[in-house]
């Protein structure tokens, strides 16, 4: 397990999302299909892709006050598929995700497999803004499509774990009061 503050943009997001009823800063989005896959297919893809990430097993906690990633090892996903009658109905699941799916500590993401009136399986995600971002989710749809398309290949992302113990070795260091003590006086002047 490792834990680590959360940075200035992360602790900006957690306290918005703290400040108001549901996730507003979140990313949501899915990835279309124009060939079928199975659910099966579809859960195999998603956790190679999701289960190399170090978000897989993230979650905030506050401690004295201050919010900390805690990086736990991951656990195998539980992928829901759902059958909607028509675009509407699904709207109106996809809207609910941010009340009932994913908050501001444990429940980070939420990652769906469905399908509208009897179509192919689509893939819906939407990710607390503190752990992903729209580049992200690009990269993910990449990672996602390359593993359908070939299960032997294998997965690998950048810690954000280790972005973080990066940013909390810089804020705990001597450059940092150095660098401090040089912004205060330009901003003086």
């Known amino acids: 397990m490792k834990i680590f503050p959360l940075v200035d943009e992360q602790k900006y997001i957690f306290d918005v999302n703290e400040h108001i009823q549901g996730i507003p800063m979140n990313v949501s989005f899915s990835m279309e299909f124009s060939e079928p896959f199975s659910v099966d297919e579809l859960r195999c893809a998603i956790e190679t892709c999701i289960l190399s990430a170090d978000i897989s097993g993230a979650r905030c906690v ?100 280790s972005y973080l113990e990066k940013i909390d070795r810089y804020n705990n260091s001597e450059k940092y009061l150095v660098d401090q003590e040089f912004w205060e006086g330009v901003l003086q002047k």
Request: glycine fraction near 2%; hydrophobic fraction near 40%.
């Open 62 to 161: 506050v401690k004295d006050d201050r919010p900390y990633m805690e990086f736990l090892p991951p656990e195998k996903l539980d992928i829901q598929a759902h059958h909607f009658a028509d675009a509407e109905e699904f709207e109106l699941f996809r809207e609910s995700i941010t009340e009932s799916k994913v908050n501001n500590r444990d429940k980070l993401y939420y990652i769906a497999i469905y399908a509208i009136a009897e179509s192919v399986n689509h893939i819906y995600f939407c990710f607390n803004h503190m752990i992903f971002d729209g580049v992200s989710g690009i990269l993910l749809c990449y990672k996602i499509q390359n593993a359908l398309l070939d299960q032997e290949k294998t997965v690998a992302w950048h810690p954000f774990s």
